[in-house]
């Protein structure tokens, strides 16, 4: 976590958003061939941000390997900054995508999760986390020591992603990620990570909980039937964009890098039902776009405001607080 040390200030004053997690290499198998790009949840969502303007950094963990020169190129290409600490592993991960014949995939994983350890001094404006970084200690551990530090002074966005095959028990689960989501401004899930989590739940009675643990805002994504935005104060649900699919992979990170752009840009209204509704027609938007092309292929800031049609702005470079 060198990038939060004072000494690296004036390199990365202007992030406006900070992703923390993996980045891997999707193996993608089909019957007829066998391909690798680089992703990881939060890597993808770095990569779209970065593609939708924003300047933005990510702290993970890869080695100076063939694949984590591939992943840093990757990023660069975005604009996205690949925070220093972030190469020390001895082999970069892999995720093995199985595609079905709908286009969803399965994932087999070959990962190694930590982070090295510093102490913040200055965080950015949105701080984002998730998935395989939040569950598998020991970068799991780290990342919540890091979150427990930021969520004072940055808005917290999280996306648990769940990946069943990567945890324990249910119960230990479940339990990290409350743990998690009370430190959280916004959480967004998919209706499986919700049945995975309360099966006993509907999706109206988990959005209530997690506001209930702490989070200003819940939202979950129920791929062609759209995604209901969930407030303290309202309820919502915004509707898919139609989209004929290549493949899934990276949507779901996709809507989160458009998310995240939403509430860098919507003003002082919080949550209310209007901004709600504007976050998921431009999240839905940027999720549409993606699963029109194969492989976790994110819109850049253009293709997303021609596609919402409606003006989508980059935010202006914002200075980090001293701690």
């Not at 965080?123 to 004072?152: C, D, M, Q, Y």
């Not at 209007?274 to 776009?289: K, S, Y």
Request: glycine share 10%; with cysteine.
């Amino acid at each position: 976590m060198e990038y939060l040390g004072a000494a690296r200030r004036d390199a990365h004053q202007a992030l406006d958003a900070v992703v923390v997690g993996e980045a891997l290499i999707d193996v993608v198998t089909t019957p007829n061939s066998r391909v690798e790009y680089p992703g990881g949840s939060p890597a993808n969502v770095a990569y779209g941000l970065g593609l939708l303007g924003v300047p933005t950094g990510l702290l993970t963990a890869i080695a100076p390997d063939a694949r984590g020169v591939s992943i840093e190129n990757h990023l660069r290409r975005a604009g996205v900054t690949l925070l220093p600490g972030s190469k020390f592993l001895d082999r970069t991960a892999t995720a093995t995508a199985t595609l079905g014949p709908d286009g969803s995939a399965e994932y087999d994983f070959d990962i190694r999760w930590e982070l090295q350890a510093a102490t913040p001094a200055y965080f950015p404006k949105i701080l984002h986390t998730g998935s395989i970084a939040t569950f598998l200690n020991p970068g799991a551990g780290s990342v919540r020591t890091l979150l427990e530090r930021a969520h004072r002074h940055s808005t917290i966005t999280c996306d648990p992603n769940i990946r069943p095959s990567l945890l324990g028990s249910h119960s230990e689960a479940k339990a990290t990620f409350e743990d998690i989501a009370a430190l959280t401004d916004v959480v967004k899930l998919s209706d499986e990570d919700v049945h995975w989590l309360y099966p006993s739940k509907t999706l109206e009675e988990a959005a209530g909980h997690i506001l209930r643990l702490g989070a200003g805002l819940a939202v979950i994504t129920t791929g062609a039937a759209g995604s209901r935005f969930t407030s303290l104060s309202a309820s919502i649900t915004v509707p898919a964009v139609t989209a004929t699919v290549a493949d899934t992979i990276g949507a779901g990170d996709s809507y989160m890098a458009a998310l995240i752009l939403g509430l860098l840009t919507r003003g002082t209204e919080g949550f209310a039902p209007a901004v709600m509704e504007q976050l998921g027609r431009t999240a839905a938007a940027a999720a549409a776009i993606t699963v029109q092309r194969a492989g976790a292929n994110p819109p850049t800031l253009d293709e997303l405001t021609s596609a919402v049609g409606a003006p989508t702005s980059a935010p202006q470079a914002f200075a980090f607080d001293q701690v």
